[in-house]
């Protein structure tokens, strides 16, 4: 017990956990965000290309992590044309998050949009509300059960990814270091004990999010249903 | 005003999936053949490099078969039947997309490696070829299930009860009714597993010891030749891994279930 307290409280590991609790919410922010709007685009827009786009977003999950790492290290690291460089920076953890990420919302959201009665909208129009006030009030409710859903497995994503970090990352231990690179480091140290306990540390972590979030969206479905 | 707002959403929206998305992966494809596609060709064709291939090419080739069976009859049994601890099955069967790829390395580690419960079977498991089908099993086992499960509720047992009253055995009602109303979802499913099985990286560098010429398999050779600042054998074999991601994609666009497009 003392050995487990030790191992989880350990301060590179204590900052690896809060590394990562900090970028899996922000980047299952930014997706409940993004994720919305292209899921928006994708289904309501018409624009050349869509088509080609639309079988595009599932990339992510089609492309193994490690060619993930590396294709944005490539345009994003030292070697980059366009003169950004986040490697081994904070900033490289939340773009490759994003990008392992990136569907969940999207493939979540899009289905639902697909099936939104439009009559709804121009009953909302018609007695005189503002686009803003149809988006906040008719569409919004609809959708936040699946963009919800979508954040949920976007974050348990975010929090145990490893492939595509390791090598944008350049894992620096209390700078860019990761739950699941710590985890890996230890185990390659051969302490897999304080990898066991920190992987405790982490599920737990993951199972409360995911808890928390399930219960919002029942909160928010049983609104939709009072309403 | 609202044409206005559509192109700023449009803008947004593709702006984004162009930083994140098209940008990177286009750029890889051209890093590879960067020095000629002959430099990219002799990159792939080490022998460490042909090894790593037929490695993961063997891990999938078990892997997605037995994930196939497993995830159909899994759904079939959720779906179709009631058993003691059946929510928990249900579960259970995601949770392998709640944990991370280290975690469930380490599991297997501490289970079969030494002082582990099922340590002393006669083969070795940790560090070899058995372990790291184990993990990718593992990693890729919701995927057939998902997707089988919602269509195997949705169509109902009306057929099903037909059959078997006109005198249909169990597996004879199964081959005749069932799969055939299942498979697209089944293929969407495999298509799913294949592109875990073959892109799994995390849980098998944790098992794998990443013996080079032995157990490493092409993402880990990925990682170990841009370590080695071998870029160009890092990429050639990156574009092998992403032609088969983008073939993935092809297959997924054909076998995604229908209300998803448009």
């Given at each position: 017990?003392?050995?487990?307290?030790?191992?989880?409280?350990?301060?590179?590991?204590?900052?690896?956990?809060?590394?990562?609790?900090?970028?899996?919410?922000?980047?299952?922010?930014?997706?409940?965000?993004?994720?919305?709007?292209?899921?928006?685009?994708?289904?309501?827009?018409?624009?050349?290309?869509?088509?080609?786009?639309?079988?595009?977003?599932?990339?992510?999950?089609?492309?193994?992590?490690?060619?993930?790492?590396?294709?944005?290290l490539?345009?994003?690291?030292p070697t980059?044309?366009?003169?950004?460089?986040?490697?081994?920076?904070?900033?490289?953890?939340?773009?490759?998050?994003?990008f392992v990420?990136?569907p969940?919302?999207?493939?979540?959201?899009?289905?639902?949009?697909?099936?939104?009665?439009?009559?709804?909208?121009?009953?909302?129009?018609?007695?005189?509300?503002?686009?803003?006030?149809?988006?906040?009030?008719?569409?919004l409710?609809?959708?936040?059960?699946?963009?919800?859903?979508?954040?949920?497995?976007?974050?348990?994503?975010?929090?145990?990814?490893?492939?595509?970090?390791?090598?944008?990352?350049?894992?620096?231990?209390?700078?860019?270091?990761?739950?699941?690179?710590?985890?890996?480091?230890?185990?390659?140290?051969?302490?897999?004990?304080?990898?066991?306990?920190?992987?405790?540390?982490?599920?737990?972590?993951?199972?409360?999010?995911?808890?928390?979030?399930?219960?919002?969206?029942?909160?928010?479905?049983?609104?939709?249903?009072?309403? | 005003?609202?044409?206005l707002?559509?192109?700023?959403?449009?803008?947004?929206?593709l702006?984004?999936?162009?930083?994140?998305?098209?940008?990177?992966?286009?750029?890889?494809?051209?890093?590879?053949?960067?020095?000629?596609?002959?430099?990219a060709?002799?990159?792939?064709?080490?022998?460490?490099?042909?090894?790593?291939?037929?490695?993961?090419?063997?891990?999938?080739?078990?892997?997605?078969?037995?994930?196939?069976?497993?995830?159909?009859?899994?759904?079939?049994?959720?779906?179709?039947?009631?058993?003691?601890?059946?929510?928990?099955?249900?579960?259970?069967?995601?949770?392998?997309?709640?944990?991370?790829?280290?975690?469930?390395?380490?599991?297997?580690?501490?289970?079969?490696?030494?002082?582990?419960?099922?340590d002393g079977?006669?083969?070795?498991?940790?560090?070899?070829?058995?372990?790291?089908?184990?993990?990718?099993?593992?990693?890729?086992?919701?995927?057939?299930?998902?997707?089988v499960?919602?269509?195997?509720?949705?169509?109902?047992?009306?057929?099903?009860?037909?059959?078997?009253?006109?005198?249909?055995?169990?597996?004879?009602?199964?081959?005749?009714?069932?799969?055939?109303?299942?498979?697209?979802?089944?293929?969407?499913?495999?298509?799913?597993?294949?592109?875990?099985?073959?892109?799994?990286?995390?849980?098998?560098?944790?098992?794998?010891?990443?013996?080079?010429?032995?157990?490493?398999?092409?993402?880990?050779?990925?990682?170990?030749?841009?370590?080695?600042?071998?870029?160009?054998?890092?990429?050639?074999?990156?574009?092998?891994?992403?032609?088969?991601?983008?073939?993935?994609?092809?297959?997924?666009?054909?076998?995604?279930?229908?209300?998803?497009?448009?």
């Amino acid at each position: 017990m003392d050995d487990f307290r030790a191992a989880i409280t350990d301060p590179q590991a204590v900052a690896a956990l809060k590394l990562t609790l900090l970028a899996s919410a922000g980047v299952a922010l930014i997706n409940a965000v993004m994720g919305t709007i292209v899921a928006w685009i994708l289904v309501r827009d018409r624009f050349f290309g869509q088509s080609v786009i639309n079988a595009l977003v599932d990339l992510p999950f089609a492309l193994p992590t490690i060619v993930a790492g590396l294709t944005l290290l490539t345009l994003y690291g030292p070697t980059s044309r366009v003169n950004v460089n986040v490697a081994f920076s904070r900033w490289a953890v939340l773009v490759s998050l994003l990008f392992v990420t990136l569907p969940f919302v999207i493939r979540t959201v899009q289905p639902v949009l697909l099936e939104l009665d439009r009559e709804m909208e121009e009953a909302a129009a018609s007695l005189g509300a503002g686009s803003f006030q149809i988006f906040r009030r008719v569409i919004l409710p609809n959708l936040l059960p699946a963009i919800l859903s979508g954040v949920a497995l976007a974050f348990a994503r975010a929090i145990g990814e490893f492939g595509a970090l390791v090598l944008i990352t350049g894992n620096l231990p209390f700078k860019t270091e990761v739950a699941s690179v710590y985890i890996f480091g230890r185990i390659e140290s051969g302490d897999p004990r304080s990898a066991a306990a920190v992987s405790v540390v982490l599920l737990v972590i993951t199972f409360l999010a995911l808890f928390l979030i399930g219960a919002l969206r029942r909160r928010v479905t049983r609104h939709d249903a009072a309403a | 005003m609202t044409r206005l707002r559509r192109y700023a959403l449009r803008f947004v929206g593709l702006s984004y999936l162009g930083v994140l998305l098209v940008a990177p992966v286009g750029l890889v494809f051209y890093r590879a053949f960067e020095n000629g596609f002959g430099a990219a060709w002799d990159a792939v064709t080490t022998p460490a490099a042909k090894h790593a291939l037929l490695v993961t090419l063997i891990i999938a080739a078990i892997a997605v078969p037995a994930n196939t069976i497993f995830g159909i009859v899994c759904a079939i049994a959720i779906v179709r039947h009631r058993f003691p601890g059946k929510n928990l099955v249900n579960v259970i069967v995601d949770l392998p997309l709640a944990l991370s790829p280290v975690i469930v390395g380490l599991a297997f580690l501490l289970l079969f490696g030494t002082g582990g419960w099922l340590d002393g079977l006669p083969f070795d498991v940790v560090f070899a070829l058995p372990g790291m089908v184990l993990a990718t099993i593992f990693v890729s086992l919701p995927f057939v299930v998902r997707e089988v499960v919602p269509v195997l509720r949705e169509i109902g047992t009306e057929q099903e009860q037909a059959a078997a009253t006109l005198g249909a055995g169990g597996w004879q009602t199964f081959r005749r009714v069932t799969f055939p109303a299942i498979r697209w979802a089944v293929a969407y499913g495999v298509v799913l597993t294949t592109a875990r099985a073959l892109g799994e990286f995390g849980a098998i560098s944790v098992v794998s010891g990443r013996l080079i010429g032995k157990t490493e398999s092409l993402t880990l050779h990925v990682e170990e030749r841009y370590q080695s600042f071998d870029y160009v054998g890092a990429y050639a074999a990156s574009v092998l891994l992403a032609m088969l991601a983008i073939a993935t994609l092809v297959a997924m666009t054909v076998f995604r279930p229908k209300e998803e497009t448009r």
